[in-house]
Each structure stands twice: as structure tokens, then as C-alpha cells.
């Protein structure tokens, strides 16, 4: 899956910034990183959402541990991938129907989120049990959410491209191509939101999420842990 924002939307994040800038190297536009994941998805769904954003995915050379799902309601449109332990229980507690999905619950979710302030994300994000990652777009405020589930079973990325769009993906190479050393391993067991308050961990609300610049031989520019977690890096 793949979601590509402009930057004058989501804010870019400092640390990407500055691993791109220690260590430059070749980068794409976001027009062509989406290009270029179509033409190597086939078949691929692509979704565009006026001039701010961009998704796709493909169910080619999908995991059946980790399936992936699109859905659009009111405005708001999500990427899912993977699959939720206790979504049946989600779905009675959020008045859902007995066929809905997981991508279907998580804009549910958001929505609960979005018009019930003040509601912690953390304490929505905390409830969805099972490995995922998703990125949700809501056209109306333009607001991005984006998560990794606490154990990070589900792969998921964010980097820069050449003209500052943010990319979120599961396609490390792909967005290595696009994004060169402006990228970094999306942190397990947090979320991204540029409406509230940009990196966080739900998983420990209380502890603050840092990030450091990596070795050189190292695939991805920057690094982002939660204290008191153990560091994960992708290496070649």
C-alpha cells in the first residue's frame, strides 16, 4: 500500500529532513513513486484525492496474515492492512454490521475520534488488537492518521520525495527509489497525525518518541524509537 501527501498538507518531519540532507542521494517526485508502484503492482487501485494526496494498493503478492483492504465514507479514505484479533467485539462496540471489515471500522473509529473531542487517540488506537498499519485521509479537515500496531508485524514506511511530498508505505524498496536517505522505519505501537500532534506512541502515551541519524550502511536515513523500546533498523 502507499500513500503519498503534499507537504504543504502534512508536515514534513525535521529528522527526515536532516538524514536527506547528511547523505543525499537520488529521489523521485510523488507522481512518480506512484507510477512507479502501479506499474509494479499490477493490478493496482489508485486513488486520488484532488491536488493534496494520493493512495494505492495492490492485493498482488498479498500475505493471507496480512490482507489489505480501501475504503472511502463521508470524505474520509483508508488504507488497512492486516487483520484485527477482536474485531467483532469492535464492531458491536462502535454499532457496526456483521460484514464490516477492518478498514471500514478503523474510519468508524476515527470518526468516533474526530467528532467526540476531547478523545484521546491514544485511547482508540489502544483497542485495535492484531498486527496492522493503516493511513487514513480525511478530506474535510485535511487530517492524516497514520499507525503501526505495537509489535510492528505489518511493515510500514515514511520518507520524503523530491518535491516534499510525505510517502507512507509497506514497499521498502520502492520508496527508496523515491525518497533516498529521507526515510525511516515507521515506529511500532505509534501514530502520526499533523492535527494531533504529529509522532506519538499509543502505546505509552507518557513517553516521548525521538529519532536519531543512522550509519551510513544502513538502508533507511533516520531511525524513530519510543523511550524505552528496543531500536529497529533496516539494514542491507
Known amino acids: 500500500m502507499l500513500g503519498v501527501f503534499s507537504g504543504e498538507v502534512v508536515e514534513v518531519p525535521a529528522e527526515l529532513v ?3 540532507s547528511r547523505t543525499p542521494s537520488p ?3 510523488g507522481s512518480e513513486l506512484v507510477s512507479r508502484f502501479i506499474g509494479s503492482s499490477v493490478p493496482a487501485v489508485s486513488i486520488q484525492i484532488g491536488a493534496v494526496g494520493h493512495l494505492a494498493y495492490s492485493h498482488a503478492n498479498q500475505s493471507p496474515f ?3 483492504s480501501f475504503a472511502a465514507k463521508d470524505d474520509i479514505f483508508c488504507l488497512f ?3 484485527l484479533d477482536n474485531l467483532g467485539r469492535l464492531k458491536q462496540q462502535y454499532g457496526l454490521s456483521k460484514t464490516a471489515n477492518e478498514v471500514v471500522l478503523v474510519i468508524e473509529a476515527y470518526k468516533a475520534l474526530r467528532d467526540r473531542a476531547p478523545y484521546p487517540p491514544s485511547f482508540m488506537l489502544a483497542h485495535l488488537t492484531g498486527n496492522f498499519a493503516f493511513v487514513l485521509f480525511d478530506k474535510t479537515t485535511s ?3 497514520v499507525a503501526s500496531d505495537p509489535d510492528g508485524k505489518v511493515p510500514l514506511f515514511w520518507g520524503i520525495t523530491a518535491d516534499g511530498c510525505v ?3 509497506d514497499n521498502l524498496d520502492l520508496l527508496k527509489g523515491s525518497c533516498g536517505k529521507s526515510l525511516a522505519p ?3 505501537g505509534c501514530f502520526y497525525s499533523n492535527t494531533l500532534g504529529g509522532l506519538k506512541s499509543f502505546e505509552n502515551p507518557k513517553n516521548k518518541v525521538t529519532a536519531t541519524l543512522a ?4 538502508i533507511c536515513g533516520a531511525t524513530f524509537t519510543v523511550e524505552g523500546s528496543t531500536v529497529l533498523t533496516a539494514t542491507h
Not at 550509519?215 to 544502513?218: I, K, L, M, T, V
Open 143 to 145: 487530517s492524516i492518521l
Open 167 to 169: 510517502a507512507f508505505g
Open 18 to 20: 536532516a538524514a536527506g
Open 27 to 29: 529521489k523521485t517526485r
Open 186 to 188: 515507521f515506529p511500532q
Open 215 to 218: 550509519n551510513e550502511e544502513e
Open 66 to 68: 496480512r490482507p489489505r
Open 81 to 83: 492492512e492486516g487483520v
